[in-house]
C-alpha cells in the first residue's frame, strides 16, 4: 500500500517557479518505486509530466515541460519533487503525483494504466 500527500501548489504569474512536493509512505523501500507527476485540467486527461526510477535516478519528461521542469527525489526522506521553472498559463492544471513498484532501474514508466497509486493533487494556476 502506498500513500501520497502532495504539497506546494498555488497561484503563479508567467515565468515564475514553483516546487511541488510529495510525501511518500510505502510498504516497501521508496527506492524500490517509480514515481512520477501527472497533470489534469478538467474535462481532460490525466497527462504525464515526467517521471524518475528508483535509484539510478533515470527520467523522463513531456516534451511539453522539457527543459522547465527537473524531477528529482530524496530516497532517505521518501519525498518527490517536481521543480517548475519558466511557468506558462498553459501549465495550469491539478498536478498528481504517483508511484509504481518497479524493480528495473534503466527505464521508468510513462504511460497513466502503468501507475496505480495517485495522491490527492495540488493546484498550480498560472495567471497575470
Known amino acids: 500500500q502506498v500513500q501520497l500527500e502532495e504539497s506546494g501548489g498555488g497561484l503563479m504569474q508567467p515565468g515564475d517557479s514553483l516546487r511541488l512536493s510529495c510525501a511518500a509512505s510505502?510498504?516497501?523501500?521508496?527506492?524500490?518505486?517509480?514515481v512520477g507527476w501527472f497533470r489534469q485540467v478538467p474535462g481532460k486527461e490525466r497527462e504525464f509530466v515526467a517521471s524518475?526510477?528508483?535509484?539510478?535516478?533515470?527520467?523522463e519528461y513531456s516534451d511539453s515541460v522539457k527543459g522547465r521542469f527537473t524531477i528529482s527525489r530524496n530516497n532517505a526522506e521518501n519525498t518527490l519533487y517536481l521543480q517548475m521553472n519558466s511557468l506558462k498559463p498553459e501549465d495550469t492544471a491539478q498536478y498528481y503525483c504517483?508511484?509504481?513498484?518497479?524493480?528495473?532501474?534503466?527505464?521508468?514508466?510513462?504511460?497513466?494504466?502503468?501507475?496505480?497509486?495517485w495522491g490527492q493533487g495540488t493546484q498550480v494556476t498560472v495567471s497575470s
Open positions: 504517483t508511484a509504481l513498484l518497479y524493480f528495473a532501474d534503466q527505464d521508468v514508466p510513462v504511460n497513466l494504466a502503468d501507475f496505480g497509486s
Open positions: 510505502t510498504e516497501r523501500p521508496f527506492s524500490k518505486y517509480a
Open positions: 524518475i526510477s528508483g535509484v539510478s535516478g533515470v527520467t
